[in-house]
């Protein structure tokens, strides 16, 4: 079956440091990757998303590039603010899956100022 | 993209009453929506799979008497937790598939329950 996994946490880092939340995913079908952010007390939202092999989405900042040959979906950003704390989730839809979306076990980053 | 309305966001019952928690579609006809429970710190699990006109599908290990989902229209969706006792405290948060963006799933801001 497909499965999500990503990095544990917490991590923590100072303002403008370079960010990298490691994603990898297992899929029998060819799923669209997406990571989604849920600030404390909210819901999640849709950060980024990319559909196929190589394909790079890209948000506030926020990078991830859709990797088939490592089945990785790394998320990337060059200069952390302390309003980037939150909980990352990796996570995969598709087809074949009935589009359920499959989620990682979410990381959580807590910048510092 | 869709705009998902999940209503209450938070909500505090006691041991035995039932509870409601609407999803609305507010822009989109969803004829699926997803059902997802948060324990604190932890990923989202998938509940069950709402389909409109039809009886929802439940994941494994899901209680279906316990979590009842009605789909009664492309724009609405409704869990109720009956007779909820503690052990049912959590966040649930319902999602839409919009076949307009790629697959891509929109969600609500999530309802958290606390049963005293």
């Known amino acids: 079956g497909n499965s999500v996994t990503q990095m544990e946490g917490p991590v923590t880092l100072s303002e403008e440091a370079f960010l990298t939340i490691n994603c990898t995913y297992t899929?029998?079908?060819?799923?669209?990757l997406f990571w989604y952010v849920q600030y404390p007390g909210e819901g999640l939202q849709l950060l980024l998303k990319a559909t196929k092999a190589d394909d790079k989405g890209s948000n506030k900042g926020f990078e991830a590039t859709y990797r088939k040959e490592t089945t990785s979906f790394h998320l990337e950003k060059g200069s952390v603010q302390v309003s980037d704390s939150a909980v990352y989730f990796c996570?995969?839809?598709?087809?074949?899956?009935?589009?359920?979306?499959?989620f990682g076990a979410g990381t959580r980053l807590f910048v510092k100022a | 993209g869709a705009v998902v309305s999940q209503h209450p966001s938070w909500v505090i019952c006691k041991s035995g009453t039932s509870v409601k928690i609407e999803c609305r579609s507010l822009?989109?006809?969803?004829?699926?929506m997803f059902w997802y429970r948060q324990f604190p710190k932890q990923s989202l699990m998938l509940m069950a799979t709402s389909n409109e006109g039809s009886k929802a599908t439940y994941e494994q290990g899901v209680e279906k008497d316990k979590f009842l989902i009605n789909h009664a229209s492309l724009t609405l969706s409704t869990l109720t937790v009956t007779s909820a006792h503690p052990e049912d405290s959590s966040f649930y948060i319902c999602s839409l598939l919009n076949s307009r963006t790629d697959y891509g799933y929109t969600f609500g801001s999530g309802t958290r329950l606390t049963v005293v």
């Open positions: 899929a029998t079908g060819y799923p669209s």
């Open positions: 996570a995969l839809s598709d087809l074949a899956g009935g589009f359920k979306t499959i």
């Open positions: 822009d989109f006809q969803a004829t699926t």
